[in-house]
């Protein structure tokens, strides 16, 4: 089965500093590969998505940007980090495929900018 | 437009009760329709899945319904313990060529001794 590790687990960081959170992924080849952010009190909000090495899509124009150098390597950086930029961000991977396109998260990594 | 909506938003239980959480959406064409579990700064869990034909599925104590017609779905914890204190998310795909996801806000469920 698929086992998916982030890191780091918490960050904090200062307003304008850059941000780099990484995600792989154990268990499967070729998977679609995920970021997103959940706000307290709401549903999680897709940023980029990839179905392949170097393909990014963008969800949401923001001050984030996702690359995928290696097939079961996800990574979310910024150059410049805002205040609303803070919060829980989570990888996940689905199967490609796959019949029901399920989930599977990370652990999430906790980014608090002060 | 595509929409999830959960209630309640949070529900307080004495440990050893009963409880059920709703799902209702509004996501076109319909695919499946997945229950998740997610702890405290923890990344969430799938609990159960349930497709187009499919109205009721079973993990243990969970036990999620889903009414096609209505658009509605049901997520049933019986006999509470201390650790199904999380919050639960409901999330349906749309299958479009491609699996459109839309996650609901989500159920924050707290279960007192």
């Known amino acids: 089965s698929q086992t998916i590790h982030q890191w780091p687990a918490t960050l904090v960081q200062p307003v304008g500093s850059p941000l780099s959170l990484e995600c792989t992924v154990e268990?499967?080849?070729?998977?679609?590969l995920y970021w997103y952010r959940q706000a307290a009190g709401r549903g999680l909000q897709l940023l980029f998505y990839?179905?392949?090495?170097?393909?990014i899509s963008s969800e949401v124009p923001q001050n984030l940007s996702a690359s995928r150098p290696q097939d079961r390597q996800f990574i979310l950086s910024s150059k410049k980090l805002l205040l609303s930029d803070s919060g829980f961000y989570l990888c996940?991977?689905?199967?490609?495929?796959?019949?029901?396109?399920?989930?599977?998260f990370g652990e999430g990594s906790r980014l608090t900018v002060l | 437009k595509n929409q999830v909506e959960q209630s309640p938003q949070s529900l307080i239980i004495l440990e050893g009760k009963n409880c059920t959480l709703q799902c209702n959406y509004t996501v076109s064409p319909f695919s499946n329709l997945r229950w998740y579990k997610q702890d405290t700064g923890r990344g969430p869990v799938s609990l159960t899945i349930m497709t187009f034909s499919e109205n009721t599925k079973s993990n243990g104590r969970y036990t999620a319904t889903l009414d096609a017609d209505t658009k509605q779905s049901s997520l049933h914890i019986t006999a509470s313990q201390l650790s199904d204190s999380a919050s639960y998310i409901c999330?349906?795909?749309?299958?479009?060529?491609?699996?459109?996801?839309?996650f609901g806000a989500g159920t924050r469920l707290f279960v007192k001794a």
């Open positions: 996940a991977c689905s199967f490609r495929g796959g019949r029901t396109g399920e989930l599977f």
């Open positions: 999330v349906v795909s749309a299958n479009t060529g491609g699996f459109k996801t839309i």
């Open positions: 268990g499967t080849s070729n998977p679609n």
């Open positions: 990839s179905v392949g090495i170097g393909q």
